[in-house]
């Protein structure tokens, strides 16, 4: 069955700093990755997807993530944090073909330090 | 509306009742997804609609947990005899087409059993 792993529950930055959150899922056939941002009271929003092509996608607000398919991984990255960035981040995977269930993480809250 | 909407947003029930969770999809979407969300669990993949097929209950934790769409739009979670480890906030989301679609979420009900 698929999984996602998300290796940082809690990150706390101060505004400025670099960002990389980890995700690694496990399913080895062709998948569909994405991110999610819950920001506090918000519903659930896409940040950024990951289907084909350049692995390297770019998101909303200046974040992106890259699809490593030898490390099964789709880290999501920012370079420069703000203080608005504070929100739950879920990382997400469903299978190319098939079922296209879509099973998350269990997902990383950022704190940003202003 | 135009966006997913769930009813009622905040459920207090008393253990051992049945509750009803409703889900209003985003008008055409064909795929729709129901969530758990614990503190500190992510989210828990409970049940999937698409279209006409056979939905996908993998999730489902036991059989206290059902869930319906009528006519391929409304859908209605029912947790039976409700116990306290129910209480979490339950996701719905809909998506316009398998997999390579991003899901629309609601803004959740909250289920707090006492």
């Known amino acids: 069955a698929q999984s996602v792993s998300q290796h940082n529950h809690h990150v706390i930055l101060s505004e400025a700093a670099s960002l990389e959150l980890g995700c690694n899922y496990s399913?080895?056939?062709?998948?569909?990755l994405f991110w999610y941002v819950q920001y506090p009271g918000q519903h659930l929003q896409l940040l950024l997807k990951?289907?084909?092509?350049?692995?390297l996608v770019k998101g909303i607000k200046g974040f992106e993530a890259e699809f490593i398919k030898s490390k099964f991984s789709f880290n999501l990255r920012k370079p420069s944090v703000q203080w608005s960035d504070t929100a739950e981040y879920f990382c997400a995977v469903n299978e190319g073909t098939g079922g296209f269930k879509t099973i998350f993480g269990a997902g990383t809250r950022l704190f940003v330090k202003a | 509306g135009a966006g997913v909407s769930q009813s009622p947003s905040n459920k207090v029930t008393e253990k051992g009742k049945d509750v009803e969770l409703r889900c209003d999809p985003i008008s055409g979407h064909t795929a729709l997804y129901w969530y758990r969300q614990s503190l500190g669990q992510g989210l828990e993949f409970l049940i999937y609609f698409q279209g006409n097929s056979a939905p996908d209950k993998s999730g489902l934790p036991s059989d206290r947990f059902s869930a319906e769409r009528t006519g391929g739009s409304v859908s209605t979670l029912t947790i039976q005899r409700t116990q306290q480890e129910d209480s979490a906030v339950y996701l719905c989301a809909s998506s316009p087409d398998r997999g390579r679609n991003e899901a629309f979420f609601g803004q959740g009900t909250r289920l707090t059993v006492v």
């Open positions: 990951y289907f084909s092509g350049d692995p």
């Open positions: 399913y080895g056939g062709t998948v569909n």
